[in-house]
C-alpha cells in the first residue's frame, strides 16, 4: 500500500490513527476468543481467521499513516490490552453472548468506518481502502450471525 505522492488529506491522519487503535481492540478481542468453540471448531477458526483479518487491517491502515509520514498511535498497546480483556470476559459469558458482543464491536466498526469516509476529504487510494475494510467488518457480521445460527439449541 505504499504510495510515495499521497497527500494528507486534512484531518485524516488522527482519524487513521483512532480506526488502527480500534483495529488493535479487535484483533486482541478475536486472539483471545480463540478456543471458546471447542465443539464448533469452525467457528473457533473463524475467530482466527477473524483476528489474522483485523492484524492486516492494522498493517494496511499504518502503511498508509506512514504513506502521509504520520506518526503510528502511541495507544496501540493500551488498545491492545482492553480488547484482551475484553475478549477474555466475554468468552466467560458464554457462547451465544460472546458472538452477541463481536456483532456489536463489528457493527461500530462499520459505522466508524463509515463516519470517517463521510467526514474527511479522502485521497482516491485512501477511500479504496476504507471502503475495502468497512466491506470486510460487513463480512464479520455476516460470519458471526452466521455461527449464532449454528449453536445448539438455536
Ligand atoms: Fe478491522
Ligand atoms: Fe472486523
Not at 491522519?13 to 487503535?21: D, E, F, I, S, Y
Not at 509520514?69 to 491492545?80: H, Q, T, V, Y
Not at 475478549?87 to 458464554?94: A, F, N, P, S
Amino acid at each position: 500500500m505504499a504510495n510515495s505522492e499521497a497527500i494528507e488529506p486534512s484531518g485524516s491522519v488522527q482519524a487513521l490513527r483512532t480506526l488502527v487503535n480500534r483495529e488493535h481492540l479487535a484483533t486482541r478481542v478475536y486472539r483471545r476468543q480463540i478456543g471458546a468453540f471447542k465443539n464448533l471448531l469452525e467457528v473457533d477458526n473463524w475467530l482466527r481467521a477473524a483476528s489474522a483479518n483485523e492484524q492486516e487491517h492494522i498493517d494496511h491502515i499504518s502503511a498508509r499513516l506512514t504513506d502521509f509520514e504520520g506518526r503510528p498511535s502511541a495507544l496501540g498497546s493500551f488498545f491492545s490490552l482492553v480488547g484482551g480483556i475484553m475478549g477474555l470476559v466475554t468468552r466467560l459469558l458464554g457462547q451465544r453472548l460472546l458472538l452477541r458482543a463481536d456483532i456489536a464491536v463489528e457493527r461500530m466498526a462499520v459505522k466508524h468506518y463509515t463516519e470517517c469516509l463521510a467526514k474527511y476529504e479522502w485521497d482516491e487510494m485512501s477511500r479504496g481502502l476504507l471502503m475495502h475494510l468497512r466491506s470486510e467488518e460487513e463480512g464479520h457480521i455476516e460470519r458471526w450471525e452466521r455461527a449464532l445460527s449454528m449453536l445448539p439449541g438455536s
